[in-house]
């Protein structure tokens, strides 16, 4: 069983910056891809950004892309989400995600929340206008 923990959310004025922390535990050897996802009241979780934990790439979802960058430390087994210029829109619980199915991810995949097996329990993030 894998754990992950996020941490690093709070409450910033629109235009600032934060970064999101999750750290990774337990049977973490079978992990292959990490992510981030959002949910805000009402709507349907939405993918961030994924990054593949041997090779270091990364994808990102449209809204994020050029704002948000993703990142790991592979010695601590843990993932990170530097959020720039961020908005109101950007107001959302964020929660970080594990998918230990093996070394193949279509990009196309990657944005449903079904395709990963380990979730966290959320950080929320308040951006105010």
């Known amino acids: 069983q894998v754990q992950l923990v996020e941490s690093g959310g709070g409450s910033v004025q629109a235009g600032g910056s934060l970064r999101l922390s999750c750290a990774a535990s337990?049977?973490?050897?079978?992990?292959?891809?990490m992510g981030w996802f959002r949910q805000s009241p009402g709507k349907e979780r939405e993918w961030v950004a994924t990054?593949?934990?041997?090779?270091?790439?990364?994808w990102y979802g449209d809204s994020v892309k050029g704002r948000f960058t993703i990142s790991q430390d592979k010695a601590k087994n843990a993932i990170y989400l530097e959020m720039s210029s961020l908005g109101p829109e950007d107001t959302a619980m964020y929660y970080c995600?594990?998918?230990?199915?093996?070394?193949?991810?279509?990009?196309?995949?990657?944005?449903?929340?079904?395709?990963?097996?380990?979730w966290g329990q959320g950080t929320q993030v308040t951006v105010s206008s």
């Open positions: 337990g049977n973490t050897y079978n992990i292959n891809y």
């Open positions: 990054i593949h934990t041997t090779s270091g790439n990364a």
């Open positions: 995600a594990a998918r230990g199915r093996g070394w193949y991810f279509a990009a196309t995949r990657q944005a449903y929340p079904s395709e990963y097996d380990n």
